[in-house]
């Protein structure tokens, strides 16, 4: 009998067990699920709409103040305009092809194909990852983050050859440099399977994507368009300096959208990016000032400011990866090349960059990248490891400034003389003498 109650007791509980085993095997199933479930921390995703706001911010109204302000008074509606339009304009383009191009899912080291052509697959379920395994963003904020870096960076060109080159010519030529050198440049260098992401290049924020990449692009427009009417003789200096003096500061203000944001995370890594952008620029508009002052006597506001953005500007690729004491240092050398290039270089080559966006964007990206390989160095303040190679990684940043200057300046060149064949690049020089205000718009910026 005994031996009978043992056995069925032994049964019940064998019963038992395995009555219990897949409600068991489902919760260990959920569990691992919900370990392996992406997080998607509320936030990240705030700052990133945060920052997506600022950047459009550094161009509508930042760049388009500055710009303005340091035109003449007859030309000042015509750079809001199109600084306006053409960010308006690269907004549709983006979500139309220009976020497949970059970031489209393709294999290809050079663009990103077609696959998300209208957005076709996003919605507001899907994701897209972040610097730290497991953690995402909605797609949607992601594509609306990268647009604002795409709507600002052809905007940067127009400071070259302001005041001269007809509304359509702008658009015209805006449209296909930008689908052909600032999509494939961002997927080179930001996307998984791009080609310079591979090669182990460093560009946190942009130096390459953005600065060096408009800033050859305006260089090559000088020496297609010419110089204005009037140039060395007359009288070009800015209109209001109080008015690019307000888009400087907020062109500094949104930076930290564009820096910071570049994190894709509120974390650690966007303090990093964040110190730096305020210690690099401060340096620089220090510096730019002080040289001026050794050199003129003087230290203008307009120097300020220029010596402000050639610190952002150099700041953008390394923000992420260089400690605040290399920032300082950055700041102190990339004010005093650009000085350089915008009062000797300049002169010396005898070309109209009318608001040197050559000299402070294009030069001041190729120091920020080039410093990147070097102050990363965690012997020198930066975040990598002593098996990191200074030599090695300069020859990488190399690597992608020579890509980039020829990538670009072949299709601006290209797309500069295609839109002179269809409609012409520059107004006629009476129309010039008017100013573009009038001419193009049929409105003035001020009322006398």
Same mark, same amino acid.
């Given at each position: 009998?005994d031996r009978m109650l043992?056995?069925?007791g032994? #049964?019940?509980?064998m019963?038992? @067990? &395995?009555?219990a085993?897949p #409600?068991f095997?489902?919760?260990?199933?959920?569990?691992?699920?919900?370990? /392996?479930?992406?997080?998607m921390?509320?936030?990240?995703v705030s700052?990133?709409?945060?920052?997506?706001?600022l950047?459009?911010?550094?161009?509508?109204?930042g760049? /388009? =103040?500055f710009?303005?302000?340091?035109?003449?008074a007859?030309n000042?509606?015509?750079?809001?305009?199109q600084?306006?339009? +053409? &960010?308006?304009?690269?907004?549709v383009?983006w979500?139309?092809?220009?976020?497949?191009?970059?970031f489209?899912?393709g294999?290809?080291?050079y663009?990103g194909?077609?696959?998300?052509i209208?957005?076709?697959?996003?919605?507001a379920?899907?994701?897209s990852?972040?610097?730290s395994?497991?953690?995402?963003i909605?797609?949607?904020v992601?594509? $609306?983050?990268?647009?604002t870096?795409a709507a600002i960076t052809?905007?940067?060109?127009?400071?070259?050859?302001?005041?001269?080159v007809?509304?359509?010519s702008?658009?015209?030529?805006?449209?296909?440099?930008?689908?052909?050198?600032?999509?494939p440049i961002?997927?080179m260098?930001?996307?998984?399977?791009g080609?310079?992401?591979? =090669?182990? &290049?460093?560009?946190f924020?942009?130096?390459?994507?953005?600065?060096?990449?408009?800033? +050859?692009? #305006?260089f090559?427009?000088?020496?297609v368009?010419g110089k204005r009417?009037?140039?060395?003789?007359e009288?070009?200096?800015?209109?209001?300096?109080v008015m690019?003096?307000?888009?400087?500061?907020?062109l500094? %203000?949104?930076?930290?959208?564009?820096?910071?944001?570049?994190?894709?995370?509120?974390?650690?890594?966007a303090g990093l990016?964040m110190?730096?952008?305020?210690v690099a620029?401060?340096a620089?508009?220090?510096?730019?000032?002080?040289?001026?002052?050794l050199?003129?006597?003087?230290?203008?506001?307009l120097?300020?400011?220029?010596?402000?953005?050639?610190?952002? @500007?150099?700041?953008t690729?390394?923000?992420?990866?260089i400690?605040?004491?290399?920032?300082?240092?950055?700041? %102190?050398i990339?004010s005093?090349v $650009?000085?350089? !290039?915008?009062t000797?270089?300049?002169n /010396?080559?005898?070309?109209d960059?009318?608001l040197?966006?050559?000299?402070?964007? $294009?030069?001041g990206g190729?120091?920020?990248?080039?410093?990147?390989?070097? !102050?990363s160095?965690?012997?020198?303040?930066?975040?990598?490891?002593d098996?990191y190679?200074?030599a090695a990684?300069?020859?990488?940043?190399?690597?992608?400034v020579?890509?980039?200057?020829?990538?670009s300046?072949?299709?601006?060149?290209?797309?500069?003389k295609i839109t002179?064949?269809v !409609?012409? =690049?520059?107004?006629?020089?009476?129309?010039?003498?008017?100013?573009?205000?009038?001419a193009?718009?049929g409105?003035?910026a001020?009322?006398?």
């Open positions: 009998m043992k056995t069925t032994l #049964a019940a509980l019963l038992a @067990v &395995a009555a085993l #409600a095997a489902q919760d260990a199933t959920t569990t691992a699920a919900a370990v /392996a479930a992406p997080v921390d509320k936030g990240d700052w990133m709409m945060t920052s997506s706001a950047v459009l911010f550094m161009t509508i109204p760049l /388009a =103040l710009y303005g302000g340091l035109v003449r007859k000042m509606l015509s750079i809001l305009m600084t306006t339009i +053409i &960010a308006c304009m690269v907004m383009m979500v139309a092809f220009g976020y497949s191009m970059s489209g899912g294999t290809s080291p663009w194909g077609l696959g998300k209208f957005l076709k697959g996003v919605n379920s899907s994701m990852a972040t610097f395994p497991g953690y995402v909605p797609e949607y992601f594509i $609306c983050f990268q647009m870096f052809p905007g940067l060109i127009i400071g070259a050859w302001a005041e001269r007809k509304f359509k702008v658009l015209l030529f805006m449209a296909i440099w930008t689908t052909f050198s600032y999509f961002a997927h260098v930001w996307d998984a399977s080609l310079l992401f591979k =090669l182990g &290049a460093i560009d924020a942009g130096g390459t994507v953005v600065h060096i990449n408009a800033g +050859i692009a #305006a090559v427009g000088c020496l368009i009417v009037g140039y060395g003789k009288n070009m200096a800015p209109h209001s300096m690019a003096m307000i888009g400087a500061s907020m500094w %203000f949104g930076w930290f959208g564009f820096n910071v944001g570049s994190n894709l995370e509120a974390n650690g890594g990016a110190i730096n952008t305020f620029t401060a620089a508009a220090l510096t730019w000032s002080g040289v001026e002052a050199q003129r006597g003087k230290a203008s506001m120097g300020a400011a220029s010596g402000m953005v050639a610190g952002l @500007v150099a700041i690729p390394a923000c992420g990866t400690g605040p004491m290399g920032a300082i240092l950055l700041g %102190f990339v005093v $650009c000085y350089f !290039f915008v000797v270089v300049k /010396a080559m005898k070309y960059d009318s040197d966006v050559f000299g402070v964007h $294009c030069v190729i120091v920020g990248a080039m410093a990147t390989g070097v !102050f160095a965690g012997w020198l303040g930066g975040v990598k490891d098996t190679s200074i990684q300069s020859l990488i940043q190399f690597e992608a020579a890509l980039t200057l020829v990538w300046g072949v299709v601006a060149f290209v797309a500069y002179d064949v !409609f012409g =690049l520059r107004v006629e020089a009476d129309v010039e003498r008017e100013g573009l205000d009038q193009s718009h409105e003035t001020y009322h006398m």
